[in-house]
């Protein structure tokens, strides 16, 4: 699987986008972009997949870069309960190999 | 729809004695992973069961851990008998399949501390 790497924490105000970058610069042709998160003292959570196409869900918005190296998931308006560990994974199985994510702060 | 139940939630032993975990996936997902999660890192998968089958277990440190899957539906993990370094959270997850995109879910998890 590829590695992935992102900032181990951002901030966001209340009401805003929250854009959380990921880079997956060796990614394979058969490797789809996954984003989980995970609240605190919770299992973690599915968001979004993908792997070439934009995708959008109830959730968030994934935008993945023409040539796959990189990807944005976007949280339209961030709310308080979007404060959580957010994991970008690049993968061809079954398996997720989680990172230490990126740790979101929503703030009001 | 019900998730994927865990139990217990919590557990403290002391090393070298033994603990087990238990998991009961969501309805008819024929999918079911046993996780890792040691403080500040992201989850290391350790087992993966497709139906009663093993899919793959090369994480699973098998001189100490073992885990079943008895009539594809709950599964057991099991620590014995346990190390300090063993103190994580425990998640179980389930899934539609093994295809690529199917969701995974995750239950509330274990937390256990050795002492």
């Known amino acids: 699987d590829a590695k992935t790497t992102q900032p181990p924490s951002m901030d966001c105000a209340e009401g805003r986008a929250a854009n959380l970058p990921c880079n997956h610069s060796?990614?394979?042709?058969?490797?789809?972009v996954y984003w989980y998160r995970q609240i605190h003292s919770q299992g973690p959570q599915y968001i979004i997949h993908?792997?070439?196409n934009n995708e959008t869900n109830e959730m968030a918005s994934l935008i993945i870069t023409e040539d796959r190296k990189s990807s944005t998931l976007i949280l339209p308006h961030a709310t308080l309960r979007d404060t959580a560990v957010y994991y970008c994974?690049?993968?061809?199985?079954?398996?997720?190999?989680f990172g230490k994510g990126t740790s979101l702060l929503v703030t009001p | 729809e019900a998730g994927v139940a865990q139990s217990p939630r919590y557990k403290i032993i002391e090393k070298r004695q033994s603990v087990a975990f238990w998991c009961n996936p969501i309805?008819?997902?024929?999918?079911l992973y046993w996780y890792q999660q040691i403080l500040g890192q992201g989850p290391k998968l350790l087992i993966q069961?497709?139906?009663?089958?093993?899919?793959?277990d090369s994480q699973l440190p098998k001189d100490r851990f073992s885990a079943e899957r008895l009539k594809g539906v709950d599964s057991t993990l099991k620590i014995q008998p346990a190390k300090l370094e063993d103190s994580a959270v425990y998640l179980c997850?389930?899934?539609?399949?093994?295809?690529?995109?199917?969701?995974?879910?995750f239950g509330p998890g274990t937390r256990l501390t050795v002492t």
């Open positions: 997850a389930s899934s539609l399949g093994v295809v690529q995109g199917y969701e995974q879910y």
């Open positions: 060796t990614i394979s042709g058969n490797e789809y």
């Open positions: 993908g792997l070439k």
């Open positions: 994974i690049a993968g061809a199985g079954y398996a997720l190999n």
């Open positions: 309805s008819g997902h024929a999918t």
């Open positions: 069961f497709q139906n009663n089958g093993v899919v793959d």
